[in-house]
T-cell receptor, first 116, second 109 residues
Framework: GAVVSQHPSWVICKSGTSVKIECRSLDFQATTMFWYRQFPKQSLMLMATSNEGSKATYEQGVEKDKFLINHASLTLSTLTVTSAHPEDSSFYIC????????????FGPGTRLLVL | GQNIDQPTEMTATEGAIVQINCTYQTSGFNGLFWYQQHAGEAPTFLSYNVLDGLEEKGRFSSFLSRSKVYSYLLLKELQMKDSASYLCAVMDSNYQLIWGAGTKLIIKP
């Protein structure tokens, strides 16, 4: 089956630093990738949708200058949390949609971010 | 606005059957999904319904009624490993997933 990886799986950083999270589709081309955030005991919240080669579309309330998304290739999208603060500590999950398969999303294993 | 409703928590006994309900209100409909999520892990796909009726997959079944904007996930022969959160999600007219808050299922011996 289709596999999506995320790296790193865990990251601890100091307040004010930037953190980059990678999302890769390993055995298919993902024309669209989604970035979600999940706080404890809450459901997934879509942060942004990125299409390869174009700018990401951010959900209302998500700061695009703080959460930089790059989808430079059909197999890689990155999320950079700039100037991270403790309130950014969360579980970040990406998903990838193969080209032409509108109903399909394959999820990565998630990245847990802790900002001290 | 768009909204997915499902119970917050349910408890069931090992070996029994449990039904988790989901009602939805979305802008358009391109299918309803059920995902399982264990604590600290990403969701894993369980089922997809786009037509009315029951989809059976082993111990898990999912039902959809578009006229009643309602779905349920049925888990049979419950095992301890089924303890997890079960997320209902609807794909709207923009092909985006609208997520419910999830139902935490607790299985007791």
């Amino acid at each position: 089956g289709a596999v999506v990886s995320q790296h790193p799986s865990w990251v601890i950083c100091k307040s004010g630093t930037s953190v980059k999270i990678e999302c890769r589709s390993l055995d298919f081309q993902a024309t669209t990738m989604f970035w979600y955030r999940q706080f404890p005991k809450q459901s997934l919240m879509l942060m942004a949708t990125s299409n390869e080669g174009s700018k990401a579309t951010y959900e209302q309330g998500v700061e695009k200058d703080k959460f930089l998304i790059n989808h430079a290739s059909l197999t890689l999208s990155t999320l950079t949390v700039t100037s991270a603060h403790p309130e950014d500590s969360s579980f970040y999950i990406c998903s990838a949609r193969p080209g032409g398969e509108w109903e399909t999303q394959y999820f990565g294993p998630g990245t847990r971010l802790l900002v001290l | 606005g768009q909204n997915i409703d499902q119970p917050t928590e349910m408890t069931a006994t090992e070996g029994a059957i449990v039904q988790i309900n989901c009602t939805y209100q979305t802008s358009g409909f391109n299918g309803l999904f059920w995902y399982q999520q264990h604590a600290g892990e990403a969701p894993t796909f369980l089922s997809y319904n786009v037509l009315d009726g029951l989809e059976e997959k082993g111990r898990f079944s999912s039902f959809l009624s578009r006229s009643k904007v309602y779905s349920y996930l049925l888990l049979k022969e419950l095992q301890m490993k089924d303890s997890a959160s079960y997320l209902c999600a609807v794909m709207d007219s923009n092909y985006q997933l609208i997520w419910g808050a999830g139902t935490k299922l607790i299985i007791k011996p």
